[in-house]
């Protein structure tokens, strides 16, 4: 091959290989080019809400472009993982992902959806305890008088939750399995409108996230009595684990980012990169531990096999007790 012959070669070679490139690989070197939408389940000022947010300005300060979050409650977030089931594939809307993607597998009958099939996992974020909170107007300081209290006004207690089968209303029927007590669920549509009512006596119990009762505790406003996780959080080291009460009792609040099941892999990797390079940092690392937080770096293969795991433990729940969507 002469030198004019292998020059050109050469270049019909590179062009080649230019055009050859996986178009995912060049949107994600250029990504996010312009804002991203995170969609959250639940309502404004929960815990879900928190956790996106703080991630979201994270995304923005590092990746240059806004990641906004956009709040879509109901149906315990099926609305809002629909609604990103059925956006374009190209990273720029995103889903909050919390306990909810795990129990609505068994919760309803039918969706529109299956959540690990429609839903790629990009990053776990953090996983908290919720706890047993009650309304001042209850005279119970420890988890046994709480209990005794509870079978002496049986279906006279009111116990509030984000939604129903949310997680703080699937921790407190693993409670009343668990003890024989009765309560009367009461949904709200988020965790914050059920804490309003909580600290305004309107219902007398709830197992909220630390993330989102954490100042309330801390200001006296609501009554916590134990943690839900099997131990101690950080963030409330004078909380007992519901379990030293009630043998055998485990539950936690997590959160992650997910999106639409055909999104570039480049693009899920970029961002899982970035989440957990937040995870690391220390202000973040600082301020989810001031929410009760432990961080969940890991792979998206990981947050995919912790939604697989929560999905068969709350099964169980739903289906011993006969729980329905309200």
Same mark, same amino acid.
């Given at each position: ?10 270049? +019909?070679?590179a062009a080649?290989?230019a055009?050859a490139?996986?178009?995912? @690989? ?7 080019? #312009?804002?991203v939408?995170?969609?959250?389940g ?6 879900? %809400?928190?956790?996106?947010?703080l991630?979201?300005?994270?995304l ?8 906004? @979050? ?14 990103v089931?059925?956006? !374009? ?5 995103? =889903?909050?992902?919390?306990p ?20 790629a ?9 919720? @706890?047993?909170?009650?309304s ?9 008088e709480?209990?005794a ?6 279906d006279?207690?009111?116990?509030? !939750? ?8 699937? !921790?407190?029927?693993?409670?009343k ?27 007398q119990?709830?197992?909220?996230a630390?993330t !989102?009762?954490? %100042?309330? +505790? ?36 997590w ?9 570039p892999?480049?693009? @899920?990797?970029? =961002? ?7 995870l690391? %940092? ?5 301020r989810?531990a001031?929410?009760? *937080? ?20 709350w099964?169980?729940?739903? #289906?011993?007790? *006969?729980?329905?969507?309200?």
């Amino acid at each position: 091959m002469t030198k004019p012959s292998r020059r050109r070669f050469l270049r +019909i070679s590179a062009a080649l290989a230019a055009v050859a490139m996986p178009a995912q @690989v060049a949107r994600a070197e250029t990504y996010p080019a #312009r804002p991203v939408r995170i969609i959250v389940g639940l309502a404004a000022g929960g815990g879900t %809400d928190i956790v996106a947010r703080l991630i979201g300005q994270w995304l923005s300060e590092r990746l240059g472009q806004p990641f906004v @979050v956009e709040n879509r409650p109901g149906a315990n977030g099926n609305i809002a993982t629909e609604a990103v089931v059925n956006a !374009s594939a190209d990273g720029y809307t995103l =889903l909050a992902v919390s306990p909810g993607a795990a129990i609505n597998t068994t919760l309803y009958d039918k969706l529109n959806f299956e959540f690990l099939r429609d839903i790629a996992p990009v990053a776990g974020i953090t996983r908290v305890p919720n @706890v047993l909170g009650l309304s001042l107007s209850v005279p119970a300081t420890t988890v046994p008088e709480f209990i005794a209290y509870a079978k002496a006004n049986a279906d006279r207690i009111n116990m509030g !939750s984000a939604g129903s089968g949310s997680s703080n209303h699937l !921790s407190g029927e693993l409670f009343k399995l668990m003890t024989g007590v009765k309560m009367v669920h009461v949904p709200y549509r988020g965790a914050a409108p059920a804490l309003t009512d909580l600290i305004g006596g309107q219902v007398q119990v709830l197992f909220p996230a630390v993330t !989102s009762s954490i %100042d309330h +505790i801390k200001t006296g406003k609501m009554r916590a009595l134990a943690v839900t996780t099997a131990e101690r959080s950080e963030a409330l080291p004078d909380l007992p684990p519901l379990g030293e009460f009630v043998p055998g009792y485990e539950a936690s609040n997590w959160w992650g980012i997910g999106a639409p099941k055909k999104t570039p892999t480049a693009i @899920v990797d970029k =961002l899982n990169q970035e989440i957990n390079a937040a995870l690391v %940092d220390p202000k973040i690392k600082t301020r989810l531990a001031d929410l009760g *937080g432990m961080a969940l770096t890991g792979s998206p293969t990981d947050f995919a096999r912790l939604i697989a795991e929560e999905t068969d433990k709350w099964a169980k729940v739903i #289906r011993f007790a *006969g729980i329905k969507p309200e």
